[in-house]
């Protein structure tokens, strides 16, 4: 068996270096084309990158075991995130394409706040970068777990082994072809993970639960009446928890900066399109995993651990070898698109944004891009540290760091972009005071249980106090300069 598992993945590896090395020498002779592609991603592929980058370890690991764990109510996270994708898709994407262009060909998210708030360019720029890469290592870490799981259910092998294989395999790619491999690499995994997600449930459904839906239903109400409710248990907290997930997506560096790559604004509405699509099956296919794979669980009478590696066990037990090699392949997939975003972003705020800064003299292109290069292997060695733990959970890593970017530049980047009053110090504020929030809330424990009742999910008073940040000291500063720019 495991030699045709070894077989699949041996071919995905390839097929994943082959694209590297083909990016490398298309486009990485300037920082623009290392960092965005030269800015020409077709809509297709600026869909299933923004997609595939933002989905990650978490659409196969942390969602299916949640709605395994607690059952169909945790599809409310989903629910919020196909929500926050969509506006974010019809507000931010077609206004940072054009705004990032026309301050100044902006390449980074830092770039283009110091662009468009000039009066405090160095501080948001180093601000920025900051937050970008602490949150950056936590979220990349996340990734990681899923592939130290990979390895240690799918081939009893070594956590720790499976964490440093996936990051050297992302450095690999990443390093040599930069944004043009990860995009490239996130196409073809969008369509490798989409696809696991269709094929998995179908055949869990009439191969593994022996009955269709009929039976998968008899089973899941004989361990809990309710386990198939979308509303049973939910409280109102509990369902803003769940839903604001969706805030978050405002924020997220390695997803919007796909928007700053797509060849036209005019090419947005058929990625946002594609990209909606794509969403909407793969979380669908997503919730099928988690229940059904429950469903087959409790019938089969298997001693479950780990909730969150439902879609391992199922791909080991129900598949033939070639096919499971290729679905190890599709998580595989997930982890590592978001894994080479995450690390192609903090890199390109550390060389864009800190080293440029920095630095007495104006730096050559090519110094440039090797100092990106350099800073990817370290934030992803910072990242591998943090991921050493076993105990870690892919659903907790995610969720601390999407909240801290969604805080943080969520409530900046809408503003920024719609609201021509907004000025530096507001800007400064909010992303301060965004971030802050967030690793109070946690660090206090709030996110699990607040005044004696359930928890508050981090992203919505971090959300709520950059907001209001944002606006109460822009209302109180007035720097015209700021003004002029944005309207000219």
């Known amino acids: 068996m495991q030699i045709g598992v070894w077989i699949s993945l041996a071919a995905y590896f390839v097929l994943m270096l082959a694209i590297g090395v083909y990016a490398w020498r298309k486009s990485?002779?300037?920082?623009?084309?290392?960092?965005?592609?030269?800015?020409?991603?077709?809509?297709?592929?600026?869909?299933?990158?923004?997609?595939?980058?933002?989905?990650?370890?978490?659409?196969?690991?942390?969602?299916?075991?949640a709605l395994y764990a607690a059952g169909l109510v945790e599809a409310w996270i989903g629910i919020?995130?196909?929500?926050?994708?969509?506006?974010?898709?019809?507000?931010?994407?077609?206004?940072?394409?054009?705004?990032?262009?026309?301050?100044?060909?902006?390449?980074?998210?830092?770039s283009f706040l110091a662009n468009r708030f000039p009066t405090k360019a160095t501080a948001l720029r180093m601000v920025s970068a900051v937050v970008i890469v602490v949150f950056f290592a936590v979220y990349t870490a996340s990734g990681l777990v899923g592939g130290g799981k990979l390895v240690q259910t799918a081939f009893d092998g070594s956590y720790q082994l499976g964490v440093w294989l996936t990051l050297g395999v992302v450095l690999a790619y990443t390093v040599i072809g930069g944004f043009l491999a990860v995009s490239l690499t996130d196409f073809v995994q969008g369509c490798i993970m989409m696809l696991a997600l269709v094929i998995m449930p179908i055949i869990v459904l009439y191969a593994g639960t022996g009955g269709g839906f009929e039976q998968a239903s008899e089973t899941l109400e004989a361990v809990d009446p309710n386990y198939l409710s979308l509303f049973d248990g939910l409280t109102l907290l509990g369902w803003l928890s769940a839903v604001t997930w969706g805030l978050g997506y405002f924020g997220q560096p390695h997803i919007i900066v796909r928007f700053?790559?797509?060849?036209?604004?005019?090419?947005?509405?058929?990625?946002?399109?594609?990209?909606?699509?794509?969403?909407?099956?793969?979380?669908?296919g997503a919730l099928g995993v988690g229940i059904l794979g429950r469903a087959y669980v409790e019938r089969?009478?298997?001693?479950?651990?780990?909730s969150e590696t439902i879609f391992i066990l199922l791909a080991g037990m129900l598949f033939h070898p070639l096919v499971t090699g290729f679905l190890y392949a599709a998580l595989l997939a997930a982890i590592m698109s978001t894994v080479s975003s995450q690390l192609l972003v903090s890199s390109s705020s550390l060389s864009e944004d800190f080293y440029r800064l920095i630095l007495k003299r104006t730096p050559s292109e090519t110094e440039v891009v090797n100092i990106g290069r350099l800073a990817v292997?370290?934030?992803?060695?910072?990242?591998?540290?943090?991921?050493?733990?076993?105990?870690?959970?892919?659903?907790?890593?995610?969720?601390?760091?999407?909240?801290?970017?969604?805080?943080?530049?969520?409530?900046?980047?809408?503003?920024a972009l719609t609201w021509s009053r907004m000025t530096g110090a507001g800007a400064v504020a909010g992303l301060v005071t965004g971030a802050a929030t967030v690793i109070i809330w946690i660090m206090m424990g709030w996110n699990s249980s607040f005044l004696g009742g359930p928890g508050?999910?981090?992203?919505?008073?971090?959300f709520i106090v950059a907001l209001v940040a944002i606006i109460a000291v822009s209302l109180a500063t007035k720097p015209a300069d700021e003004f002029r720019a944005v309207q000219s």
């Open 80 to 110: 919020g995130l196909f929500l926050g994708a969509l506006a974010n898709w019809i507000i931010v994407a077609p206004r940072l394409r054009e705004q990032t262009e026309r301050y100044d060909n902006s390449l980074t998210i830092p």
């Open 260 to 284: 700053m790559a797509v060849r036209s604004v005019e090419a947005v509405s058929t990625a946002r399109n594609i990209g909606m699509t794509w969403m909407g099956i793969s979380l669908l």
């Open 456 to 462: 508050i999910y981090e992203i919505i008073p971090g």
């Open 28 to 65: 990485t002779s300037s920082s623009e084309e290392y960092v965005l592609g030269g800015r020409n991603l077709p809509p297709a592929v600026a869909a299933l990158s923004a997609g595939a980058s933002d989905m990650s370890g978490w659409l196969l690991l942390g969602l299916p075991g």
């Open 300 to 306: 089969n009478g298997i001693d479950m651990i780990d």
């Open 377 to 415: 292997v370290a934030v992803g060695i910072a990242a591998g540290l943090i991921a050493l733990d076993p105990e870690s959970e892919v659903l907790g890593l995610v969720s601390n760091a999407w909240a801290g970017f969604g805080a943080a530049f969520g409530p900046l980047i809408l503003l």
